[in-house]
């Protein structure tokens, strides 16, 4: 068990850290990207990301992920030393990734999409040589995993993906990402261009997969989701990671004051709170 320090305080986080970035730094010319940046995200939970535009969140998911390579730092999962070159390598550790624009194939069916990149072939001769695919398994295991993740929005697993609804495709995206991802499930704004309906059930998935054990990075703008999910709340300003508190501890205000670096008192005036 990893011991992981928040830096608000320089106090022990205690649990159990199953992904751990120390030190990360990146840089892009004279742009300082990510400047000596920590996360550190705990067996279970719901770990949320949140920063002002240019704070680096995207960089620090890109290194989490393996879409880039860090300048230095070095990274931690599971108590082994890993180094990801590319996506793939994140992938084979068991970190999956789902980003804004989904990456699925709307012209195809929910199976084919959960096991896009990953297609499964016949046995013999007709998957070695002829490289058919076994269209009947992956629909059989498709509807396996939506039925074990409880995602009951998904019935059909021949439907095309251009026919559901954003939502729908979201849920598409982040079962075929949990179905993968052995340990750590990473959600970029996962809720951006949902509807009030649709960002309740994606919500829900998240929280059902945190009821399961998976262990989740979740990066938003939108901090009542935020709220609403987060065991804890990673703030990144400037490249680094500034404090990690909770929503038992700290109010929606004092969390954009400290990703904004300004005054609680002047953020709940901003957000009308001061006049209640």
């Known amino acids: 068990m990893m011991t992981a320090l928040n830096p608000e305080t320089d106090a022990p986080v205690t649990g159990d850290v199953i992904f751990q970035a120390r030190g990360l730094v990146k840089v892009y010319g004279r742009v300082v990207a990510l400047d000596d940046c920590d996360l550190d995200l705990q067996r279970g939970e719901v770990l949320c990301v949140i920063g002002d535009n240019g704070a680096g969140k995207s960089s620090l998911i ?53 096991y896009l990149g990953r297609e499964i072939r016949r046995r013999g001769p007709l998957g070695s040589l002829f490289r058919m695919l076994d269209t009947k398994k992956m629909k059989e ?107 038992k501890t700290h109010s929606m205000s004092e969390a954009v004051a400290i990703m904004t670096g300004a005054s609680a008192g002047d953020v709940s005036e901003m957000l009308g709170e001061g006049e209640k």
Do not use: W
């Open 141 to 247: 295991q498709s509807e396996g995993s939506l039925k074990n993740l409880g995602i009951s929005t998904l019935q059909n697993v021949s439907q095309a993906v251009e026919t559901l609804s954003g939502g729908q495709r979201q849920a598409v995206a982040v079962a075929r990402a949990a179905a993968f991802g052995s340990k750590v499930l990473i959600l970029d704004e996962p809720t951006a261009a949902l509807g009030v309906r649709e960002s309740a059930q994606v919500l829900k998935l998240v929280k059902d997969l945190r009821a399961q054990g998976m262990s989740i990075i979740l990066i938003s703008h939108n901090m009542p989701h935020v709220f609403e999910v987060a065991d804890r709340i990673h703030v990144q300003r400037l490249g680094r990671r500034v404090a990690t508190i909770s929503p």
């Open 62 to 114: 890109k290194c989490l992920s393996g879409a880039i390579v860090p300048d230095e730092g070095t990274m931690t999962l599971d108590g082994e030393t890993v180094t990801f070159r590319r996506p793939q390598d994140a992938q084979e550790a068991g970190v999956e990734t789902v980003y804004q624009n989904l990456a699925v194939s709307p012209a195809l069916d929910i199976a084919s999409n959960m």
